[in-house]
Nanobody
Framework: QQQLMESGGGSAQAGGSLRLACGGT???????AAWFRQAPGKERQRVAQ??????TAYADSVKGRFTISVDETDTLYLQMNALTPDDEAIYTC???????????????????WGQGTQVAVSS
């Protein structure tokens, strides 16, 4: 179900920063929300996730550089710092509602998806 929309994508220089935002539906109290990315010729990768208790998890490739968060307007964010050319991809947000945590939420379980936004990183 595509009901989310990402914003904030664009281009940045290596070492720079971008902040992505995602919204479009009620999130609620119990959820797992995530950011995915996919570059041409590569598999889709989950880079960050967050649950309704504020627990977060990150892919090793972005740990320490990216931060996922959600605010009171039901907007999901991905703050991306220290960008590298390897971060260039289409970034997509996803949401599964009604779950207590992300522990048993697999990629195929997310119900709401965004259309994706392009992130380009130049060196």
């Amino acid at each position: 179900q595509q009901q989310l929309m990402e914003s904030g994508g664009g281009s940045a220089q290596a070492g720079g920063s971008l902040r992505l935002a995602c919204g479009g539906t009620y999130i609620g109290r119990r959820f797992c929300a995530a950011w995915f990315r996919q570059a041409p010729g590569k598999e889709r990768q989950r880079v960050a996730q967050i649950d309704g208790s504020g627990n977060t998890a990150y892919a090793d490739s972005v740990k320490g550089r990216f931060t996922i968060s959600v605010d009171e307007t039901d907007t999901l964010y991905l703050q991306m710092n220290a960008l590298t050319p390897d971060d260039e991809a289409i970034y997509t947000c996803a949401l599964e509602r009604g779950v207590g945590s992300c522990v048993r939420v697999g990629d195929a379980d997310y119900y709401f998806w965004g259309q994706g936004t392009q992130v380009a990183v130049s060196s």
